[in-house]
């Protein structure tokens, strides 16, 4: 349950009965106390307002280079136009405060050839020369510390294309790879430059305020992780150089040994080849028999046979002898024609391999078992009649 008391109104000083947060005794007090509220604000803003109104006139002035007496005089005016406003002032009243204030006027333009006069314009001029230059210098103070924002800026994109140069696995063409070792340099003094701005900064006693502490504390924190990120990918940058190197070296060695195994290559084709040939060879001679058909007459003539019929055993190989018979392989040729009626076979060869065979009126030999057929001897001769 809520708390009943007695407490004064602020309006009407008249008794307020009920809960402890109203603080009037009726709506009308309340309304009142509401009005004069916001007629007070309302005051409060036409002051300001004309408080801003005399500095703006009095700037004015003083850009034009007017004198002391003359923005005095043009203050009292402002004043006269303030005091006007008040009901309370009747003309009498505004009529004596308007000449005091031209008095005062007069006394202060008589005051400005005085030392004292001088001596204080001459401090006053003193001190907007110090201020000036204190301004020309937090200007200054102020380019350094935007410089350096900039410069953190560029060296976070910078620092983006190092990450992604250092992890992709893509090799880094040298033109690109000189201009990142050049990027990271430079990079790297300017922090240095940066660093060495802020301690400056700081220790100027210009800028003692938190703000300007806290800032400048900021970027040299920043910059001090950048650098060691520069650094981290710096060296990332030439562990990566290093295994491209390395894994040149390893490919041209590489490159050496798979040059190696082909001409090893070759060289066993070529051996291959000639030993495949020679085997061809060797088999070809192996295989290769001669034959020989013709009259006794020009079997005879040919070398192959005497008056008293073959002059050599199947072991003897005479080259003249060689070159009037024809050579063939003996797993090609099973059939030797004759071109005669009659033919018998001169040379030995076991019975049972072969047979005639009357075609056309001719005589063909029928092998019929090579391998046994030339075991005994590889020359065949046949005479015709």
């Known amino acids: ?20 947060d109203k603080k009037f005794c009726s709506d009308e007090c309340r309304i009142h106390a509401t009005n004069q509220k916001m007629k007070e604000k309302r005051r409060a803003m036409k002051g300001n307002s004309l408080l801003r109104e005399i500095e703006r006139d009095l700037m004015i002035l003083d850009n034009r280079g007017c004198s002391t007496g003359i923005k005095i005089i043009a203050l009292l005016a402002q004043l006269f136009k303030i ?3 008040f009901e309370f002032l009747n003309y009498v009243h505004m009529r004596k405060l308007f000449t005091a204030f031209i008095i005062v006027a007069a006394l202060t333009s008589c005051v400005e050839s005085s030392c004292k006069y001088k001596a204080l314009q001459a401090e006053l001029d003193s001190l907007q020369a110090n201020y000036k230059l204190q301004g020309a210098e937090l200007d200054e103070l102020f380019a350094t510390i935007n410089e350096i924002e900039q410069g953190l800026s560029s060296i976070r994109e910078t620092e983006s294309i190092l990450a992604v140069s250092s992890t992709d696995g893509i090799e880094i063409p040298q033109g690109s790879k000189e201009q990142l070792k050049q990027d990271v340099e430079a ?60 894994q040149t070296k390893q490919i041209a060695s590489l490159d050496e040994v798979v040059s190696n195994l082909k001409n090893e290559v070759a060289e066993l084709s070529d051996e291959g080849s000639q030993l495949r040939a020679k085997v061809a060879d060797q088999e070809a001679e192996i ?39 024809v050579k063939i392989d003996s797993r090609e040729i099973s059939e030797i024609n004759t071109n005669a009626k009659k033919a018998k076979v001169m040379s030995i060869h076991p019975k049972g391999t072969y047979a005639f065979v009357e075609n056309d009126g001719e005589m063909i030999l029928n092998i019929s078992n090579p391998q046994e057929f030339w075991e005994q001897t590889k020359y065949l001769v046949i005479q015709v009649m």
């Open 287 to 325: 295989y290769s028999v001669y034959y020989i058909v013709g009259s006794k007459e020009e079997l005879i003539e040919a070398g192959v046979m005497t008056k008293g019929g073959l002059f050599k055993s199947s072991k003897v190989s005479y080259q003249s002898e060689k070159d009037a018979f």
């Open 1 to 20: 349950m809520e708390t009943m008391e007695t407490r004064r109104c602020p309006v009407c000083n008249g008794k307020v009965v009920g809960r402890s």
């Open 83 to 85: 005091l006007s406003k």
């Open 187 to 246: 990079i790297q003094n300017a922090i240095k430059n940066y660093q060495e701005a802020i301690e400056k900064l700081k220790k100027d006693k210009r800028l003692q305020s938190s703000q300007f502490k806290k800032r400048l504390n900021a970027m040299q924190k920043e910059l001090t992780e950048k650098a060691e990120i520069i650094e981290t990918l710096s060296k990332q940058l030439e562990e990566k150089d290093a295994q491209i190197v390395l």
